[in-house]
């Protein structure tokens, strides 16, 4: 039975120092750390990246330790997905200081539900509070002229340059070095523009000719026995795909092998290109709310047209 101490922050401005000086006691004695930076409170606790990792890791009996309940959740929706899984895998979950710090909000009992309902539920009208108040200031901003924000990195005409390099081949990494910016700067420039957006229409994938992210042709031809393939699924998406009411797709989810990879994993499924598109066309919507998950979502698109084309 072990502590699992867990992080989190909103924005890349703010940092864990504060948590980390609360749960010093624990990581001086070698708690594992998981955290999830700059994440908002609106991604609820199960899609995040270092909250899954801390899960998949963790064991029956294991307490998760948090310097203070935000930091794990802001919602009654995110309670109420939370606390069956930490119930039904058999672990504890404790601030470290303050008023809460002597109760398992993971108790399976009537009065630790109601502590934790109206604790999320004021977390939730906290948060709710300082959004309403930002958005007055920013309208109250712009109604006097002020201009807000950084100033861009790159002007159009570098913007423009770099989708059309990069559809011609440029890796991102290589961009930022070209520009004097960051790859996460190219990255944005390239999602406003499209340039690495999934296609809509995902019948490409088996049905004809289609255009990869990076710009190169891929021709696809429509085999009529609809060709089985290895893919590896990101972990992330097998997640979101588990209580899926497609026979096939579970099926070929529960058949397939875990690959552990570094900190995270995938499931190395073999099926019909039919059954892994039905994957990319279900798990989508779901995996758009975090960065995470949209970075999941693209990797399998984009495994799953590589498996298609060869």
Known sequence: MADLVYLRHSTDKQTDARQKHALKRLLDAGAPLYDDPATSSRVLSLDRAGFQRLLDEAAVGDTIRIADAARLFRSVADVLALRPVLIRRGLHLKVESGLLSGIDLAADDPGTKMVVSVLAAVLEFQRDMISENTKEGVAAAEASGKQLGRPAA?????????????????????????????????????????????????????????????????????????????????????????????????????????????????????????????????????????????????????????????
């Open 154 to 310: 790159l002007d159009e005409d570098q913007a423009a340059d770099v989708v059309t390099a990069y559809r011609q081949g440029a890796a991102v990494k290589a961009l930022a070095r070209r520009y004097g910016t960051s790859p996460k700067t190219i990255r944005r420039v390239l999602d406003d523009a499209g340039a690495r957006a999934v296609p809509d229409d995902l019948s490409v994938l088996v049905d004809g000719d289609a255009t990869t992210s990076r710009g190169h042709d891929v021709t696809v031809e429509a085999a009529a026995s609809d060709p089985v393939v290895v893919v590896d699924v990101p972990g992330l998406v097998a997640e979101h795909l588990v209580d899926i009411a497609d026979d096939a797709v579970r099926e070929a989810l529960q058949n397939g092998r875990t690959i552990r990879r570094g900190q995270g994993y995938s499931k190395r499924v073999t099926a019909p290109i039919s059954v892994h598109k039905t994957m990319i066309e279900h798990s989508a919507t779901a995996l758009m709310a975090s960065p995470a998950g949209r970075k999941a979502h693209r990797l399998h698109s984009d495994r799953v047209m590589s498996a298609a084309a060869s």
